[in-house]
């Protein structure tokens, strides 16, 4: 059974940045996808980022030019860079790994 575990939230002033850590557990990291998204009360969860195994990016525009992801497959852990955070990326962010989920991490942007 594959675990995550986040780490890396917190609470931060507009401008500012973070980097949140997902580390998985088990063999075979690198060869999955891994992504982040977030939620908000009464939204649905949403695309953030995305890396895929051989290392290509995807982003939402909301995001482009301010978050980055990474992986260390040595690791087994993914990062997201934020930075130039707005109140907007208020929010749970939760890492996804071959269809399991990470447990979420709270990001607090206050303006």
């Known amino acids: 059974q594959v675990q995550l575990v986040e780490s890396g939230g917190g609470l931060v002033q507009a401008g500012g940045s973070l980097r949140l850590s997902c580390a998985a557990s088990g063999s075979g990291f690198g060869l999955y996808n891994v992504a982040w998204y977030r939620q908000v009360p009464e939204k649905q969860r949403e695309m953030v980022a995305e890396?895929?195994?051989?290392?290509?990016?995807n982003y939402a525009n909301s995001v482009k030019g301010r978050f980055t992801i990474s992986r260390h497959n040595a690791k087994n852990t993914v990062y997201l860079q934020m930075n130039s955070l707005k109140p907007e990326d208020t929010a749970v962010y939760y890492c996804?790994?071959?269809?399991?989920w990470g447990q979420g991490t709270q990001v607090t942007v206050s303006s």
């Open positions: 996804k790994y071959r269809e399991v």
């Open positions: 890396i895929t195994s051989f290392g290509s990016t």
